[in-house]
């Protein structure tokens, strides 16, 4: 079973800049579809981007995903962050195993 742990959360003010990791035990993610997705307060859980696209399109050219196969690692890279991307957000793997969330929250 696949055990995902986020990190990198914060705050940080609007236009500022944070790196959120997640990393797998019992999986290697080279062998996964892997995403980023998050959750709002009072809102679902939206898909934010996957190893294979661009990101959605509300954080299209701010946000990169990257994977790191030596420390087993996906990052994603969040620039000019946005009150509205203020969420908690959550790794991952083949849209079925998920891990526990780092909060993000961006001040105006």
């Known amino acids: 079973q696949v055990q995902l742990e986020e990190s990198g959360g914060g705050l940080v003010q609007a236009g500022g800049s944070l790196r959120l990791s997640c990393a797998a035990s019992?999986?290697?993610?080279?062998?996964?579809?892997v995403g980023w997705f998050r959750q709002a307060p009072g809102r679902e859980r939206e898909y934010v981007a996957t190893?294979?696209?661009t990101g959605a399109d509300s954080v299209k050219g701010r946000f990169t995903i990257s994977r790191d196969d030596v420390k087993n690692t996906v990052s994603l890279q969040m620039n000019s962050l946005k009150p509205e991307d203020t969420a908690v957000y959550y790794c991952?793997?083949?849209?079925?195993?998920w891990g526990q969330g780092t909060q993000v929250t961006v001040s105006s």
């Open positions: 019992g999986g290697t993610f080279s062998d996964y579809a």
């Open positions: 991952n793997v083949n849209g079925f195993f």
């Open positions: 190893i294979s696209d």
